[in-house]
């Protein structure tokens, strides 16, 4: 099954954010019957989802489970993972405070885009022109849940054969891995993609099929 893919997510105010980059984002996977899987990273908005770092590790940890569940799953994100929900209140109260006259889509105590700020308002219905004074404790306590454990429900994978790389394979208990020769039939040797190897992104899948090529070489050359 693929391994290391993008999530498509149907809602067209996310996709308008098309091209919107976060250094650091905490994704939560949130998989039936599963342990939530969790990664911290880059994330892009891209024209069909959600992709970057964050995400193509996440597809990789939970590749079987969300094969499983035909790649419908719900994703939390926590947009701003270096403050606490607290924190996040208390900044929110403090702009409240100090700058009751500004307008909330204009002015954001965070270190967020103004896109993405502004999706977030949008998405817990408040108005652009809306102004600091006049938001209200529950619009607040929204804000802090949206912009710390926002949910988006995942509606598939990117393109087929986009993937980089497939998840499962031969059984790495059946292959001899001094020779890369099959302990199961003899004079049959595996290397790269085939074999139940698949790693994250950073040149760990280039570096086992190298390296299983070789072995198997070396062995077959000997023959
Ligand atoms: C878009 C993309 C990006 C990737 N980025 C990374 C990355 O950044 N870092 C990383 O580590 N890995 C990356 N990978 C994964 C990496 O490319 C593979 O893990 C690696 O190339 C596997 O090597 P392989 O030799 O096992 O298989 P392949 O490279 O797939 O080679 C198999 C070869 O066999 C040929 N073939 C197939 N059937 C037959 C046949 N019947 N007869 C003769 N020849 C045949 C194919 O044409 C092909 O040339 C990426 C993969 C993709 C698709």
């Given amino acids: 099954m693929p391994s290391l893919f993008t999530f498509t997510i149907t809602e067209p105010e996310l996709r308008a954010l098309a091209g ?3 250094e650091t984002v905490q994704a939560r996977l949130l998989l039936p019957n599963q342990k939530p899987l969790e990664q911290t990273g880059p994330l892009l908005i891209t024209h069909w989802g959600l ?4 995400i193509l590790k996440l597809s990789a940890w939970g590749a079987r489970a969300l094969h499983d569940c035909h790649y419908q799953a719900t994703l939390q994100l926590n947009w701003l993972p270096d403050l606490s929900a ?7 109260l403090a702009v409240k405070q100090t700058q009751p006259k500004r307008q909330l889509a204009t002015h954001s105590p965070f270190d967020l885009s103004r896109r993405l700020w502004q999706y977030v308002l949008a ?7 809306q102004r600091w004074a006049d938001a209200s404790k529950k619009q607040l306590t929204q804000l802090v849940q949206e912009l710390h454990q926002g949910q988006y429900a995942i509606q598939g994978k990117g393109a087929f054969k986009e993937e980089f ?7 790495l208990k059946e292959v001899d891995f001094k020779t890369m020769e099959s302990r199961l039939c003899p004079r049959l040797y595996f290397a790269g993609e085939i074999l139940d190897i ?4 950073g040149g760990f899948n280039f570096q086992s099929a190298w390296t299983t090529g070789w072995l198997a070489g070396q062995a077959i050359g000997k023959l």
């Fill in 20 to 22: 919107v980059a976060v």
């Fill in 51 to 54: 992709s970057g770092p964050a």
């Fill in 86 to 92: 607290e924190q996040l209140h208390q900044q929110l």
């Fill in 123 to 129: 998405k817990i219905g408040i108005v652009p022109e």
């Fill in 165 to 171: 790389v497939t998840c499962g394979g031969v059984n």
């Fill in 198 to 201: 698949d790693g994250v992104t």
